[in-house]
T-cell receptor, first 115, second 109 residues
Framework: EPEVTQTPSHQVTQMGQEVILRCVPI?????FYWYRQILGQKVEFLVS????????KSEIFDDQFSVERPDGSNFTLKIRSTKLEDSAMYFC?????????????FGEGSWLTVV | DAKTTQPPSMDCAEGRAANLPCNHS???????VYWYRQIHSQGPQYIIH???NNETNEMASLIITEDRKSSTLILPHATLRDTAVYYC??????????FGKGTMLLVSP
């Protein structure tokens, strides 16, 4: 069964460092997403991406965050200068298209610890 | 998206059916009912979704009331591996998913 894959599974970084989280969405999917979950809290939407541009973003997704699809298979989330409060599980997701009744599929997540 | 209400926790004996309720009284005509689950901080796993009719797949069944104001997810023979947080989400499919706190289902031997 096709799945969304994410790397790394766990990353520890110093505060202020740049981090790039990588994702390979399901092949032929057109919409891509990043969500995050701080320990013990809800899963929160960060950003959606379609046709090489951001289609929607939350207030969490500020100037410290950026997304990119550098090639035909990868989708990345960059955090420019990490803060302690960026420590969370980051989930990549993809969906076939934006039609009514669309289904979003999630990866297993990348656990980011900022120290 | 319409708001949903779920019990915070439920228990179920292994091998029995688990029936997880969800209220979504403000659902609009073009919104689907989606169910996801999250096993111990893994990525949310899609289970099933429906618009008006009841749906069944290899994982579960979804029963939606005629007025669409509530639904029930049924796991017909719960196993220990079904212990997870189950999220009921109302969404048109056009927009992003909004997760609530869900129902923590504990399946016991």
């Amino acid at each position: 069964e096709p799945e969304v894959t994410q790397t790394p599974s766990h990353q520890v970084t110093q505060m202020g460092q740049e981090v790039i989280l990588r994702c390979v969405p399901i092949s032929n999917h057109l919409y891509f997403y990043w969500y995050r979950q701080i320990l013990g809290q809800k899963v929160e939407f960060l950003v959606s991406f379609y046709n090489n541009e951001i289609s929607e973003k939350s207030e969490i997704f500020d100037d410290q965050f950026s997304v990119e699809r550098p090639d035909g298979s990868n989708f990345t989330l960059k955090i420019r200068s990490t803060k302690l409060e960026d420590s969370a599980m980051y989930f990549c997701a993809s969906s076939p298209d934006g039609t009514h009744g669309n289904t979003i599929y999630f990866g297993e997540g990348s656990w980011l610890t900022v120290v | 998206d319409a708001k949903t209400t779920q019990p915070p926790s439920m228990d179920c004996a292994e091998g029995r059916a688990a029936n997880l309720p969800c209220n979504h009284s403000t659902i609009s005509g073009n919104e689907y009912v989606y169910w996801y689950r999250q096993i111990h901080s893994q990525g949310p796993q899609y289970i099933i979704h429906g618009l008006k009719n009841n749906e069944t797949n290899e994982m579960a069944s979804l029963i939606i009331t005629e007025d669409r104001k509530s639904s029930t997810l049924i796991l017909p023979h719960a196993t220990l591996r079904d212990t997870a947080v189950y999220y009921c989400i109302v969404n048109s499919g056009y927009s992003t998913l909004t997760f609530g706190k869900g129902t923590m289902l504990l399946v016991s031997p």
